[in-house]
């Protein structure tokens, strides 16, 4: 069975850090491209910050570039989304999203509040 499920989210106040996981199983993680994509209420789905097969390349949007840092453990099947110096716009419900080839896998994602 084919499977992201992703952890690590809460409430945190403004300026706190927070440390998203996504856990793969039911496929190679290892030759899946890797994103994590977050969606505000109301509001449509924002690609957050990607990364290669290798994690030699990265990406993230201006908003986050310098507070997030993405990461991935392919022994471990694992992607990581570090988020530092975080602010109440961050707030939404982050997905992580495999892709190979244009087959598309996502999780059910994880609530991250940021609020005082």
């Known amino acids: 069975q084919v499977q992201l499920l992703e952890s690590g989210g809460g409430l945190v106040q403004p300026g706190g850090s927070l440390r998203l996981s996504c856990a793969a199983s039911g496929f190679t993680f290892s030759t899946y491209a890797m994103s994590w994509v977050r969606q505000a209420p109301g509001k449509g789905p924002e690609w957050v910050s990607s990364?290669?097969?290798?994690?030699?390349?990265?990406y993230y949007i201006d908003s986050v570039r310098g507070r997030f840092t993405i990461s991935r453990d392919n022994a471990k099947n694992t992607l990581y989304l570090q988020m530092n110096s975080l602010k109440p716009e961050d707030t939404a419900l982050y997905y992580c999203e495999g892709d190979y080839s244009g087959s598309a896998v996502w999780g059910q994602g994880t609530q991250v509040t940021v609020s005082s």
């Open positions: 990364i290669n097969t290798s994690g030699g390349w990265t």
